[in-house]
């Protein structure tokens, strides 16, 4: 089992449409959740970060923790074909003390006008 | 957000070159890491380093070294470049106090080797 596992898609909404992106974690511990967004050919860029203590909502972003079931979401409110990307889910992981981010294989999203 | 510069952006080279791609940060960022990604793929730490003169190895096995002689730089260089190393190259730093959980990353550099 990976440690952070996403499903490829494509996920397909029309515009205006609510986007939903999901990711399930392996380490119970993980205090701290990420997503970013990819476009082809370019580098990721962070669209939203939690930590364990709470939800968080920013513009049309809405970030999600469920610890219990151990799955972050990422909802996009009136998508936009701007917003058809690939998005990463990532978790902090301390590996003998040292900070990483764990990454999930992305998954694709796909705004239709 | 973090300034991190990457060159070259693109590279296109033959066989058996000896290559160095640069990554440089201008926050004083301790740490700072070095991923590889295949088009359309996951992305796979390759490096990792604490601080100045300290080097580690990634999740992916790689032929690649890097070093960190000063804070903000950490230079990535193929002795040998072969096809088999044709991706892309992402550099990363993450950042402190209010930023220190938050990983930001370069524009990266796209290889091909011939």
């Known amino acids: 089992q990976k440690e952070v596992e996403q499903n490829s898609g494509p996920l397909s909404v029309p515009e205006g449409a609510i986007a939903s992106l999901n990711c399930t974690y392996s380490?119970?511990?993980?205090?701290?959740f990420f997503w970013y967004r990819q476009y082809s050919g370019k580098s990721p860029e962070l669209i939203m970060f939690?930590?364990?203590?709470g939800d968080k909502e920013d513009g049309r972003f809405t970030a999600q923790l469920n610890k219990a079931s151990q799955y972050v979401s990422l909802l996009i409110r009136d998508s936009q074909p701007s917003d058809s990307a690939t998005y990463l889910c990532a978790v902090n992981r301390f590996d003998g003390g040292f900070q990483k981010l764990v990454f999930g294989t992305g998954t694709r999203l796909l705004v239709s006008p | 957000e973090a300034d991190i510069y990457q060159t070259p952006r693109y590279l296109v080279i033959g066989t058996g070159k000896k290559i160095t791609l640069e990554c440089s940060q201008t926050?004083?960022?301790?740490?700072m890491y070095w991923y590889q990604q295949d088009p359309g793929m996951e992305l796979h730490l390759i490096h990792y380093s604490y601080g100045v003169n300290s080097t580690e190895k990634g999740d992916l096995s790689s032929e690649s070294t890097v070093s960190r002689i000063r804070t903000e730089h950490f230079p990535l260089t193929l002795e040998s470049a072969r096809p088999s190393h044709t991706s892309q190259y992402l550099c990363?730093?993450?950042?402190?106090?209010?930023?220190?959980?938050?990983?930001?990353f370069g524009a990266g550099t796209r290889l091909s080797v011939l």
């Open positions: 926050m004083g960022h301790d740490k």
């Open positions: 990363a730093s993450i950042g402190q106090g209010a930023s220190k959980n938050i990983q930001y």
């Open positions: 380490d119970r511990g993980s205090q701290s």
């Open positions: 939690i930590y364990s203590n």
